[in-house]
């Protein structure tokens, strides 16, 4: 097997360091307690159950505990699970850090913020590029370590950045097919549009909404910000609101969660660009264990559907 939990297949034997992501305490049928654990690595994540705790086992395997697991990989109803034989806590000995079972962007941070400081570097209105900037590196570490959620795409350290990269460049081959679109309003708008999330999420490690998160959410927070900021740089201009206008706008749809929708060209631009990442990352995310001619499981965020990978298509290792 290759190295890591999202390579396993049924019948893969399990002798690895996973982290408890989440241990939820359940009663089976037989009124016993058992721990339903996520358990995962740099790679991925699979559930598991460990029956028959005592009150022990609830405080000892707990959310955010490194574990080494003995087991093997079963097929459950359609999903992969993971049958424990043996875990333990990981002590010193181990010369285990969390860092090592979390799963991370495929792209440095240091190589990122490069990225995205040349983007930054290409905003010409002197407005839009300072607010920018300021904004960035105010949030710099977090924004260079959060998460873009707790769950369906880019839900890993550094996603949150990874995510603005991705965008950044479909952002570039739109404004080179259509020259009409604002290059700077867009580049600024796709830095910024999931900056609040810096203040929304806990950080990468379990993440969970904070309560400044729960009741305002990361649309309002930025937004609120960009006023601020400009404001201190004294700028008044247009382009504020403009800015405003695409973060509030970008989730497309007020059930989505966006206060308004789209009535600038660039927010609507920018809302497909986010829709347009989030959905191939969720759609890559549910077919990267799947044998060509085989069918994902059900993604809920994509409406529920299953994907299907044509048998024709060649997985990167067999192509190496």
């Known amino acids: 097997m290759k190295k ?26 037989n009124h016993k307690p058992f721990l339903t654990l996520i358990l995962g690595d740099q790679t991925g994540e ?6 028959g705790i005592n009150e022990k086992d609830e405080t000892t395997f707990c959310n955010k505990t ?35 079972l979390i799963r991370t962007a495929p792209l440095q941070k240091d190589d990122m913020l490069a990225v995205i400081n040349e983007f ?7 407005n839009l590029q300072r607010l920018t900037r ?7 570490q977090a924004f260079l370590e959060s998460p873009a959620a707790t769950r369906n795409h880019h839900e890993f350290m550094s ?15 739109i404004v080179n097919l259509y020259p009409d679109i604002d290059q700077d309003l867009l580049y600024a708008g ?4 999931d900056l609040g999330k810096v203040r929304e999420l806990s950080g990468a490690i379990d993440t969970t909404y904070t309560v400044e998160g729960t009741l305002i959410g990361h649309i309002s927070i930025i937004a609120a910000e960009i006023a601020e900021t400009a404001k201190e740089l004294h700028i008044d201009g247009e382009e504020v609101v403009a800015l405003q206008h695409l973060v509030l706008s970008h989730h497309g749809k007020g059930e989505w969660g966006s206060p308004k929708s789209p009535m600038i060209r660039e927010a609507e631009v920018l809302h497909l660009i986010d829709q347009f990442d989030a959905r191939i ?25 299953r994907f299907y990978k044509p048998a024709f298509q060649k997985t990167p290792a067999d192509i190496l």
């Open 159 to 173: 996603g949150l950045a990874y995510h603005v990269v991705s965008m950044l460049n479909l952002a570039k081959s």
């Open 190 to 193: 796709v830095i910024l549009h």
């Open 46 to 51: 699979i559930e598991a159950k460990l029956w």
């Open 66 to 100: 490194m574990v080494h697991v003995r087991g093997e990989v079963i097929d459950y109803r359609g999903r992969l699970q993971l049958k424990i034989s043996s875990i333990r806590q990981v002590t010193a000995d181990d010369h285990v850090k969390i860092e090592d």
């Open 4 to 29: 890591g939990i999202q390579h396993a297949r049924a019948g893969t034997p399990i002798d690895h360091y996973l982290l408890i992501k989440t241990a939820t305490k359940q009663i089976a049928s």
């Open 281 to 305: 990352t969720m759609m890559n995310d549910a077919l990267v264990n799947i044998e060509p001619g085989q069918f994902s499981e059900r993604v809920m965020a994509l409406e529920q559907r």
């Open 120 to 126: 930054i570097f290409d905003i010409r209105n002197p």
């Open 134 to 140: 300021s904004l960035i590196k105010k949030h710099e």
